[in-house]
């Protein structure tokens, strides 16, 4: 049986040869989100891996959603993340273990990571048995350390030049038993300071900075700083969004504050900069 971690290319469609050589356990296609992107969670050789293609080239089927990229696009984002997860190294990113070359673009055969996605459907929001739910409701302790290592993350990956795009709590999976963090689809992150030629760019608006829907703005380290400390924000308060609720010391949530300034200029210049800021506070 060929070797999802070996196979370095392959002429047949990805979908076709994803069951042929290994179990199924469940498959994330066009019928059940938007991103055009096929994706399969399985088992082969007795690990448990998960596939990711930019999906068909083809007209969605009746009542399917329609991509907001078309596959070319998708095949470039795919490359985006390749390129990304060879330029760092950090426990918080899932293993690429392999690139299988198709006609229809590259296979991402990662390792499977335990835990759940903090992101749901806006109706399971309110579910307190959500992921979503229950990681806001996490022992400050815990939810602090987790923030650490995605904080840990980033500038790691600031350090590699990587600007975040599209980060938000569906980015987010967490191992509740551990308790441990990974995280997921930086498809979207960009290299270097770039700018914004979209006017309202991809991402959830819970999360993104200002200069995400402003046409011609900069993208830079400081874009990462706002959305990082958004999310820490948004969950941190429990939802409330207000000080007083915020479950760290106030020179955390001091820190924080400030990479959530609207102007870019009034935020930390950089990743490492929130980071040591973060971490000085988290010490303290």
């Known amino acids: 049986m060929p070797n999802l971690t070996v196979t370095s290319d392959i002429d047949q469609d990805p979908a076709n040869y994803v069951r042929q050589c290994s179990t199924v356990i469940r498959e994330f296609n066009h019928l059940s989100q938007d991103s055009g992107n096929a994706s399969w969670l399985v088992e082969s050789q007795g690990r448990r891996l998960f596939v990711k293609t ?6 969605p089927a009746p009542g399917a959603r329609v991509p907001y990229l078309d596959h070319p696009a998708r095949v470039r984002l795919l490359r985006n993340t390749i390129d990304l997860a060879r330029s760092c190294d950090h426990h918080a990113l899932p293993t690429l273990m392999n690139v299988i070359e198709s006609p229809a673009g590259p296979a991402l055969v990662y390792e499977a990571v335990p835990g759940e996605l903090v992101g749901v ?21 815990v939810l602090l350390g987790l923030f650490d290592t995605l904080i840990d993350l980033h500038v790691a990956l600031a350090a590699a030049g990587w600007v975040a795009g599209d980060l938000y709590d569906g980015c987010l999976i967490v191992d509740f038993r551990a308790p441990d963090l990974r995280v997921i689809d930086l498809d979207s992150y960009r290299q270097g300071t770039t700018t914004n030629t979209m006017g309202r760019m991809f991402g959830s608006t819970r999360f993104m900075a200002p200069e995400e829907f402003e046409l011609g703005a900069q993208l830079d380290e400081r874009t990462t700083v706002f959305t990082l400390g958004r999310i820490v924000w948004h969950f941190a308060t429990r939802f409330t969004e207000t000080r007083a609720e915020f479950c760290g010391p106030d020179g955390v949530a001091k820190a924080v504050a400030q990479a959530c300034q609207t102007a870019p200029t009034d935020r930390p210049a950089g990743v490492a900069d929130f980071a040591a800021s973060w971490f000085t506070a988290r010490l303290a």
């Open 121 to 141: 459907p806006s109706g399971r929001r309110s579910d307190p048995t959500s992921p979503y739910r229950r990681f806001a409701q996490l022992p400050a302790s």
């Open 54 to 59: 930019a999906g068909t080239s083809r007209p």
